[in-house]
């Protein structure tokens, strides 16, 4: 079981900055892939970057490869989600999640890949 804790979400204007992060405990994080997912209001749950267990690979969705970076710290059990360049239709509830396998070779965009998730941290932009 891994236990997982968003942070850092709130509101800003269009082309500001925000810092994810995402909490784990429980099961060995460093085994683990971890994702980042949003759902927009009325819309389905979109991927937005991944990251391995090791950390040397990563994998971005189209709508916000160049602006948002995914990084992690294993020492400190956190993923992070550096956000950059926000626009409006970067609104939504932000979601980290662990992958189910141990180890996986090639991070996932696939949120049936993830078998733990956060309770979301919400991200408001205006513009």
């Known amino acids: 079981q891994v236990l997982l804790v968003e942070s850092g979400g709130g509101s800003v204007q269009a082309g500001g900055s925000l810092r994810l992060s995402c909490a784990a405990s429980?099961?060995?994080?460093?085994?683990?892939?971890m994702g980042w997912f949003r759902q927009a209001p009325g819309k389905e749950r979109e991927f937005v970057a991944a990251?391995?267990?090791?950390?040397?690979?990563?994998t971005y969705g189209d709508s916000v490869k160049g602006r948002f970076t995914i990084s992690r710290d294993n020492a400190k059990n956190a993923t992070y989600l550096q956000v950059n360049s926000l626009r409006s239709e970067d609104t939504a509830i932000y979601y980290c999640?662990?992958?189910?396998?141990?180890?996986?070779?090639?991070?996932?965009?696939?949120?049936?890949?993830?078998?733990?998730w956060g309770q979301g941290t919400q991200v408001t932009v205006s513009s």
């Open positions: 999640a662990a992958d189910v396998l141990n180890f996986r070779q090639v991070p996932s965009r696939t949120a049936r890949d993830y078998a733990f």
């Open positions: 429980g099961r060995t994080f460093s085994s683990l892939n």
């Open positions: 990251i391995s267990w090791s950390g040397g690979r990563t």
